[in-house]
């Protein structure tokens, strides 16, 4: 493994932070197809078994990212721009370094400090041939393409131009979801069947969201015992099934005073929403912190238990 694959596996908890209990075992499909109708210039990438295909120019503000997963196996990717001042270079870990075992395997951060001071735009999945969408806002400048260190894939530079600003208009019926430090915040009723989500990061640090559909509604408790589980442990016959889980939807990291659109499709049920990004201080996963919503959705007109999550933790582990 490259150096600069090292260090580049150490940010991405993209796809697959799956040491920490609830977790991502399979990049969901797409669904609905609603953003395609909302007008934005449209930037396709394709990715095979040989790697990302991207276009040689990006323009810059509000976009329609269109991954077409050519590939037998799930795909997706987050962009990333760096600070001004700084070089892929300056990720570069020791030549000697190794990748932690898992997000706080050594009790701290598990990528450099510099990352959380980048600017994460968001990012697209999709299963095996299919495709997977989302509307993001891109700035002028290079941006790295990363699939995460699953993948095997080294990272993309992608160059946008343009001086266009952009701004990313609510659409219609949208569903408005904020992250914070450390809560993941749902209106009170979701409504059932394909849906846009509009997904704002009002906190400090990179946030993401995976959803995951649970046979019964989880409580909080049992969600953070899962979250904290030893994956190499017997599971607890007096905690929810695992196997019983099935992953729906995720939003790629987005930093402070991001947005993005993503499509989701959510069948009446109950669900759970995390976030997996390592806390900047601790290392530790935000979900550790609080960062876990368990949530239901009713068939139309049904009212439901509203979302519940932790107390957030801003300052140490649950």
């Avoid at 041939?129 to 699953?150: C, K, N, R």
């Avoid at 409580?219 to 589980?229: G, K, P, R, T, Y």
């Avoid at 987005?254 to 997996?276: K, R, T, W």
Wanted: one cysteine or more; hydrophobic letters at 40%; glycine letters at 10%.
């Amino acid at each position: 493994m490259s150096r600069l694959l090292l260090a580049l596996g150490m940010i991405c908890s993209l796809l697959a932070l799956s040491g920490a209990g609830i977790s991502a075992q399979s990049t969901p499909a797409a669904t609905g197809g609603t953003l395609s109708e909302l007008g934005y210039p449209e930037v396709v990438i394709t990715v095979n078994e040989a790697g990302f295909e991207v276009p040689a120019e990006v323009p810059s503000g509000t976009v329609l990212l269109t991954l077409v997963n050519q590939a037998p196996f799930p795909a997706g990717f987050s962009l990333i721009q760096l600070p001004e001042g700084v070089s892929m270079a300056d990720l570069m870990p020791p030549s000697d370094a190794t990748p932690a075992a898992s997000p706080a395997a050594e009790g701290g951060p598990t990528f450099p400090p510099v990352l959380y001071d980048a600017t994460w735009a968001g990012g697209a999945t999709a299963g095996p041939g299919q495709t997977g969408q989302a509307v993001v806002t891109l700035t002028a400048g290079e941006w790295i393409l990363d699939s995460g260190p699953e993948s095997g894939f080294p990272p993309t530079v992608i160059t946008v131009t343009g001086d266009t600003e952009g701004s990313m208009e609510t659409p219609e019926g949208a569903v408005s979801i904020d992250l914070d430090n450390f809560q993941i915040l749902l209106p009170e009723q979701l409504p059932a069947g394909p849906q846009v989500w509009q997904v704002t990061n009002v906190g400090d640090q990179p946030h993401e969201v995976f959803v995951t559909k649970t046979p019964e509604r989880v409580s909080v408790e049992d969600a953070m015992a899962l979250l904290q589980m030893d994956p190499e442990a017997e599971p607890d016959p007096n905690l929810p099934n695992l196997e019983e889980f099935v992953d729906v939807g995720f939003v790629a990291p987005i930093s402070a005073d991001q947005s993005v659109l993503v499509d989701m499709n959510l069948e009446p049920g109950h669900y759970v929403a995390v976030c997996f990004i390592p806390e900047k201080e601790s290392g530790q996963p935000h979900a550790f912190k609080g960062m876990v919503t368990v949530f239901s959705v009713g068939a139309e007109g049904e009212q439901v238990e509203p979302p519940a999550s932790p107390v957030p933790d801003e300052h140490g582990g649950h």
